[in-house]
């Protein structure tokens, strides 16, 4: 089983500021099957990134995604109000499919 | 407008039997691989299971391996999770996501609001 690792746990920013979230995998994610997903509180995931740097439908382009391998990173250019939530990456790549533990973003 | 809408949770006691439904709208289910995602309240993520468009492919998180079962009915429109043996640490709101592509290797773009199980004597 891969097992996934995000960093920081919690990442205390301003509006307007740059976010940068690692992921990291502890064996290589196949074909780069990796996605990162938004949670806020009393609602269901919501898909920003695939394929590890691709974005999903209706994704703000402040939303980047890159890396391979094992490390990834997803960057907020400039954070939004909206934007502070839980971000969650998970590898597809191999059975099973796992979840990285989470990074918030707060104020 | 996609849709996916869970039904079946409730409380089950240890070592019983519980069997979750998804119902779907908005796309060609029989298109797109589907899959099965819990959450204890206030922790993260845990994939649990997945299927590929045509049944012919289904894996299991190893947490659930052996007890639980995903299955779907493309006539139907529905997804099913058959949850076996039961366990306390089952304990979760269990949420049904849509696949972006066929295969069962696939992110997942549409989610369902969840359907709270409670595994309690």
């Known amino acids: 089983e891969i097992v996934l690792t995000q960093s920081p746990g919690t990442l205390s920013l301003s509006p307007g500021e740059r976010a940068t979230l690692s992921c990291r995998a502890s064996?290589?994610?196949?074909?780069?099957?990796l996605a990162w997903y938004q949670q806020k509180p009393g609602q269901a995931p919501r898909l920003l990134i695939h394929?590890?740097?691709s974005r999903a439908t209706g994704i703000p382009d402040r939303f980047s995604g890159s890396g391979s391998g094992t490390h990834f990173t997803l960057t907020i250019s400039r954070l939004e109000p909206e934007d502070f939530a839980v971000y969650y990456c998970q590898q597809y790549g191999g059975s099973p499919f796992t979840f990285g533990p989470g990074t918030k973003v707060d104020i | 407008e996609v849709q996916l809408v869970e039904s079946g949770g409730g409380l089950g006691q240890p070592g019983r039997s519980l069997r979750l439904s998804c119902a779907v709208s908005?796309?060609?289910?029989?298109?797109?691989?589907m899959y099965w995602v819990r959450q204890v309240p206030g922790k993260g993520l845990e994939w649990v299971s997945g299927?590929?468009?045509?049944?012919?492919?289904?894996v299991y998180a190893d947490s659930v391996k052996g007890r639980f079962t995903i299955s779907r009915d493309n006539a139907k429109n529905s997804l099913y999770l058959q949850m076996n043996s039961l366990r306390p640490e089952d304990t979760a709101l269990y949420f049904c996501?849509?696949?972006?592509?066929?295969?069962?290797?696939?992110?997942?773009?549409?989610w369902g609001q969840g359907t709270l199980v409670t595994v309690s004597s």
């Open positions: 908005g796309f060609n289910f029989d298109d797109y691989g």
């Open positions: 299927i590929s468009w045509n049944s012919d492919k289904t």
């Open positions: 996501g849509k696949g972006k592509s066929s295969a069962y290797q696939s992110s997942i773009d549409w």
């Open positions: 064996q290589n994610v196949i074909s780069n099957f």
């Open positions: 394929g590890a740097s």
